[in-house]
């Protein structure tokens, strides 16, 4: 089995590693996780996140549909368990894109998952990336920040660090680091 969990604190660029890395790497399949937040724009339903309302997610939850859930940020978001097996009976690399809460969760329920931690280049520059996405406000903008702090703290439970500093340099790192770990 091939499970890839891929972390980091808010405004590192999960998103554009992830994009990058599955264009190199048809292998490479994200579980879309269920949140019950508001979509920014741009993200679709089904494909960045499955959107739902409070209600659902929690009933999903007790029917035990998740793998993982935890509260981020003031909103709900899970690893659906059958999305995810589905991949991997597939052959295919299953990747998690979660937040450091559920990644140190499904490290401890799935000791085979890789667990990668994606670093920012430096405080400033992931302080630069929340504040410029422009779609917080200015009270998301300080808990995002002082939830990274806590997150950042946990980098060296990990398996792996990678600074994101160049987008193309941090996915063939990636490469590298899953083609020699990962069946």
Do not use: C
């Amino acid at each position: 089995m091939s499970l890839v969990i891929l972390s980091g604190p808010s405004g590192v660029g999960k998103d554009t590693i992830l994009h990058a890395w599955t264009a190199v790497n048809p292998r490479i399949r994200k579980v879309v996780a269920y949140t019950t937040r508001d979509p920014r724009t741009g993200e679709v339903n089904g494909v960045d996140y499955n959107f739902v309302s409070r209600e659902e997610f929690l009933a999903k939850a007790e029917q035990g549909d998740f793998l993982e859930w935890k509260e981020v940020h003031g909103n709900l978001y899970a690893t659906p368990q059958k999305d995810m097996q589905a991949i991997l009976d597939d052959g295919d690399i299953a990747l998690l894109k979660i937040d450091v809460q559920g990644a140190l969760d499904v490290m401890k329920l799935r000791k085979d998952a890789l667990a990668i931690f994606l670093l920012p280049p430096s405080w400033d520059e992931l302080e630069r990336r929340i504040r410029s996405r422009k779609q917080d406000s200015p009270e998301q903008i300080e808990k995002r920040l002082a939830n990274a702090r806590g997150e950042l703290a946990l980098a060296d439970q990990y398996h792996v660090r990678i600074v994101n500093d160049d987008v193309d340099r941090a996915v063939a790192e990636l490469q590298s680091i899953v083609g020699a770990r990962v069946a």
